[in-house]
Each structure stands twice: as C-alpha cells, then as structure tokens.
C-alpha cells in the first residue's frame, strides 16, 4: 500500500509545500515543468501533480526559507525578474511558484549557463531567458515586461546597486517585493561577512523596508538572504523609463 503523502501549503505561496517526515521536514515546489530533472533533485507525484525538492543545499532561496525567512514569495500568476539565474537551478523553482499562469524573465550574461537554461525554458513555458548583463537593464528592457517582484543572485560587489536599478526600471511600484541572495565572498576583503551584511543591509534599505534577514549557513558560506518590500516614493519606476508596449512583450523574449 502507498503511504499517504501529507503536504502543507505555505500561506505566502501555496505552490510552495512542506512535507513533514519523521525526522526532517522537506520543502517541494509544485512543477510547472516536466521529468526528467532539472538538477538531480526527487520528484514526488501525488495524484495529478508532480513535486520537486527545492534542496536548500543547492538554491539559496530554500535555505532562507529553511532558515526562517519572513519576507514575500513568488506567488501564483505573478510576474518577477530574476537577476544572475545561471542555468535555472533556483529560476525553475521560482518558476514553479509563479505556476503556468505567472512569467519568471530569467537574466544571465554567461552564454554557457544561459545555453541550458535556454534548454530548460523549452520545458517550463513560463520562464523567459534573457541573455543581458544585469548592470545594463535599458538593453534588454524591450524583452522584460513590468514585473511585480524581483530576485536577484549576481555574487557581484555592487549587487545591490544592480538590484535597485532593476527594481527602478521594472519593478510595477511601492510594495514590490524584493529579495536578494547576498554573496559576502565576492564584496571584497575590507570587512568580514558581518560588515558586509550592515554595508548591504544600509544600502538595501535606503529603498527598500526590510524584513530580517536570515544567514544561509550551513548551506551556503558566507550567503544572506535579504529583502522586503520596494519603499513608497524610492518606489515606482517611472513611466518614461518603461519602453516595453504590451504588444512587444510577449514574443520577443530572447536575445541571442
Ligand atoms: C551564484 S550564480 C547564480 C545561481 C543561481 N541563482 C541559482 O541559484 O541557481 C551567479 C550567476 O550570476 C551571473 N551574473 C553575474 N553577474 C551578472 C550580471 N552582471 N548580469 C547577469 N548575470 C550575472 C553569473 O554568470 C552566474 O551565473
């Protein structure tokens, strides 16, 4: 006999499951996508829809969330951006979460990831690579529609400014979310992982209401997950700087 599966919607994204076991409990993220895996990770089929494990050891957004983070998710038919989405580790997660109704813009600069996550988009029909540098939206604006959320994961020493500047062109207003995976190894050897958090944290909240943040050890050395929501006023992008007609937008999704 198949024992029963019992699996908990997280309030905040209810594509997001918990799966309590005897000694551990399990985050799953229902797929928007199909077999076979996109990075070795089990996949549990209950009924019609099939569960992916979101490893917390491999994507930094489940370790945040294993560590307790508080802040916004994606949610169901919600569009975000995602900054530094490598070949879709997290991204097909995010995706997950943003289920078939919702769009994920996936921007990476390296053409050998971006060349798999090219491959995986053809099996999750809501994610849109964008093969741009981060630090120039305005070059890749006219592939990127307004976006309700943003994710960023560059491990870049000004991965905050890259952050707001995204959020300043695409983000649709004051309250967006806002989340970013901070790399401290890659801020430079002035200050410790500690002095680097208050240096982001500081820069993070001159537009941004933050909500704690939560350190990502053991799963990842030296890594903070950061963000809240985008501050009224800091707030909206201005329409002048949104090229993007709706017309556009939806075909136009690759660069290469
Ligand atoms: C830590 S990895 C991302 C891992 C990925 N987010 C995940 O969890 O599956 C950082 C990625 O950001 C990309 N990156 C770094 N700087 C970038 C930039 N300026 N624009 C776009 N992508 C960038 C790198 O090429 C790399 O693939």
């Given at each position: 006999m198949t024992p029963r599966v019992r699996l908990v919607p997280e309030p905040r994204s209810p594509r997001l499951v918990r799966r309590e076991m005897r000694d551990r409990t399990e985050l799953l993220t229902e797929a928007v996508g199909a077999l076979p895996p996109v990075y070795g990770e089990r996949w549990l089929h209950v009924g019609e829809r099939a569960y992916r494990q979101f490893e917390p050891g491999r994507s930094k957004l489940s370790a945040g969330l294993v560590r307790g983070w508080t802040g916004p998710l994606p949610a169901p038919g919600e569009s975000w951006l995602y900054l530094g989405?490598?070949?879709g580790t997290t991204a097909s997660h995010v995706a997950d979460l943003l289920g078939p109704e919702g769009r994920l813009y996936a921007v990476e600069r390296s053409p050998r990831p971006f060349a798999r996550l090219l491959a995986l988009a053809e099996r999750w029909p809501n994610l849109l690579p964008v093969l741009a540098?981060?630090?120039?939206p305005r070059g890749y604006a006219a592939w990127v529609g307004p976006a309700l959320g943003l994710y960023a994961d560059v491990a870049q020493p000004d991965q905050v400014a890259i952050v707001r500047t995204n959020a300043e062109l695409f983000l649709e207003g004051a309250g967006a979310p806002v989340v970013l995976a901070l790399k401290t190894a890659s801020m430079g050897r002035e200050r410790d992982p500690a002095g680097h958090l208050e240096a982001a944290t500081r820069e993070l909240a001159s537009f941004v209401d933050l909500v704690p943040s939560v350190r990502l050890d053991p799963f990842h050395r030296g890594h903070f997950l950061l963000g809240g929501r985008l501050r009224g006023g800091?707030?909206?992008?201005?329409?002048?700087?949104r090229p993007v007609t709706r017309a556009a937008r939806p075909r136009a999704r690759r660069r290469s």
């Open positions: 989405a490598a070949s540098d981060a630090r120039a800091a707030g909206g992008p201005p329409r002048s700087l």
